[in-house]
């Protein structure tokens, strides 16, 4: 397989690490606009073959797959050039900037009959993998709420508010852990620092079956939180990314009620088990996404994190911003 990366940046060149270092990728060509990230790719990474423009490495027939590390702004034009190329593709999180972009290019992907594979990193981390197995295995029984902290000092942007910079890695870990999508969301959020940017928000998501789910994202704390927890019927979870090893607990706690005719008698029974702390295996997320995009172009497998989960959460980014900007009002969402 023979790879191409364009954009060099803060992130590409993790993707160009990860590539050279899986056998499974023969070659490594990439492109920046700006020479200069091209210069210190080279010095850094000797093996790489530099293209002398996007174009030439749409047109190089060797090239089979091409990942897509620049801006936002930028995914959805570059992403249809690759698909239109017939070259499979590895976009960066967030999708696109848009849903009506997001759905354009599932379309032409299809059309193309061309792979696509979204790299939302978190999804390929062992943590969240023994998370979907433990769910899979119905170990948490029904899920009642799910309830998500990401806070840390900075780095605050530019260009867009806390919501854009952070809640697209909480959503889509959601996305693919529940396997059940919002009817509705709300956000509400302050700009303290530059007005025009929160700096802090709050997302609430209802589902149909009486689900929730909360999500509080925030650049202004002290600390840096990335804490989750899942509250099941039969167990719940705490679920903190801080930790160097410990990332996952299990709690076998619950409560049952046990009905009796007189409404006095109800008797409510507290249930206090186990903690159990599953092995998780220690292994960059981002090998584990190259190998499965490997798997995706060369032996057809179905992309794990594929355009429609793009969709999704894109979908409720942009409600979220939508509630945002009137002051929190409940978003319908419904889905294609
Ligand atoms: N998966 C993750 O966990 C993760 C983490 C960080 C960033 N990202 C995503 O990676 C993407 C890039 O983010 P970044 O932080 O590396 O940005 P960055 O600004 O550091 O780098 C972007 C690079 O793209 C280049 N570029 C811009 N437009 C271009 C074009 N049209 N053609 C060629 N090169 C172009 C710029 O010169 C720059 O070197 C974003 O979508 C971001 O959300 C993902």
Redesign the pocket.
Same mark, same amino acid.
């Given at each position: 397989m023979q790879l191409g990366v364009?954009?060099?940046?803060?992130?590409?060149p993790n993707l160009v690490r990860n590539a050279l270092e899986n056998p499974r990728y023969e070659d490594v060509w990439v492109? &920046? #606009? &700006?020479p200069q #990230?091209v210069q210190l790719i080279r010095r850094q990474y000797r093996a790489v073959r530099v293209a002398s423009d +996007?174009d030439e490495m749409l047109r190089n027939d060797a090239i089979n797959a091409i990942a897509v590390?620049?801006?936002?702004s930028?995914?959805f034009e570059?992403g249809c050039s690759v698909l239109n190329a017939g070259k499979a593709l590895l976009m960066?999180?967030?999708f696109t900037a848009t849903v009506r972009e997001a759905r354009a290019l599932r379309d032409l992907a299809e059309k193309k009959n061309g792979k696509l594979l979204i &790299?939302?990193? +978190?999804i390929y981390t062992s943590a969240v993998q023994k998370i979907k197995e433990l769910r899979r295995k119905g170990d948490l029984g029904e899920i009642y709420y799910y309830d998500s902290v990401r806070v840390n000092l900075g780095l605050f942007q530019h260009d867009a508010n806390v919501i854009s910079d952070l809640a697209p890695?909480d959503l889509a870990i959601m996305d693919y852990l529940l396997e059940q999508s919002p009817t509705s969301i709300s956000a509400v959020g302050v700009a303290h620092i530059d007005r025009r940017f929160e700096n802090i928000a709050y997302l609430h998501l209802d589902f149909d079956n009486g689900l929730v789910a909360h999500f509080h994202l925030n650049w202004l704390s002290p600390v840096k939180i990335r804490q989750t927890l899942i509250g099941g019927s039969k167990k719940m979870l705490v679920y903190d990314d801080m930790e160097a090893s410990d990332k996952i607990k299990v709690y076998d706690k619950g409560v049952q009620i046990t009905r009796k005719d007189d409404v006095y008698k109800t008797l409510i029974q507290y249930r206090s088990g186990d903690l159990c702390v599953p092995q998780i295996r220690n292994v960059e997320a981002l090998k584990v996404m190259m190998e499965h995009f490997a798997d995706c172009v060369e032996k057809d497998a179905a992309p794990i994190t594929d355009a429609a989960s793009g969709i999704r959460v894109m979908q409720m980014l942009e409600a979220a911003q939508k509630s945002l900007k009137l002051g929190g009002k409940k978003i319908p969402l419904t889905y294609e």
């Amino acid at each position: 397989m023979q790879l191409g990366v364009v954009g060099l940046g803060y992130w590409g060149p993790n993707l160009v690490r990860n590539a050279l270092e899986n056998p499974r990728y023969e070659d490594v060509w990439v492109w &920046d #606009r &700006d020479p200069q #990230r091209v210069q210190l790719i080279r010095r850094q990474y000797r093996a790489v073959r530099v293209a002398s423009d +996007f174009d030439e490495m749409l047109r190089n027939d060797a090239i089979n797959a091409i990942a897509v590390a620049t801006p936002v702004s930028t995914h959805f034009e570059l992403g249809c050039s690759v698909l239109n190329a017939g070259k499979a593709l590895l976009m960066e999180k967030p999708f696109t900037a848009t849903v009506r972009e997001a759905r354009a290019l599932r379309d032409l992907a299809e059309k193309k009959n061309g792979k696509l594979l979204i &790299d939302h990193t +978190f999804i390929y981390t062992s943590a969240v993998q023994k998370i979907k197995e433990l769910r899979r295995k119905g170990d948490l029984g029904e899920i009642y709420y799910y309830d998500s902290v990401r806070v840390n000092l900075g780095l605050f942007q530019h260009d867009a508010n806390v919501i854009s910079d952070l809640a697209p890695h909480d959503l889509a870990i959601m996305d693919y852990l529940l396997e059940q999508s919002p009817t509705s969301i709300s956000a509400v959020g302050v700009a303290h620092i530059d007005r025009r940017f929160e700096n802090i928000a709050y997302l609430h998501l209802d589902f149909d079956n009486g689900l929730v789910a909360h999500f509080h994202l925030n650049w202004l704390s002290p600390v840096k939180i990335r804490q989750t927890l899942i509250g099941g019927s039969k167990k719940m979870l705490v679920y903190d990314d801080m930790e160097a090893s410990d990332k996952i607990k299990v709690y076998d706690k619950g409560v049952q009620i046990t009905r009796k005719d007189d409404v006095y008698k109800t008797l409510i029974q507290y249930r206090s088990g186990d903690l159990c702390v599953p092995q998780i295996r220690n292994v960059e997320a981002l090998k584990v996404m190259m190998e499965h995009f490997a798997d995706c172009v060369e032996k057809d497998a179905a992309p794990i994190t594929d355009a429609a989960s793009g969709i999704r959460v894109m979908q409720m980014l942009e409600a979220a911003q939508k509630s945002l900007k009137l002051g929190g009002k409940k978003i319908p969402l419904t889905y294609e």
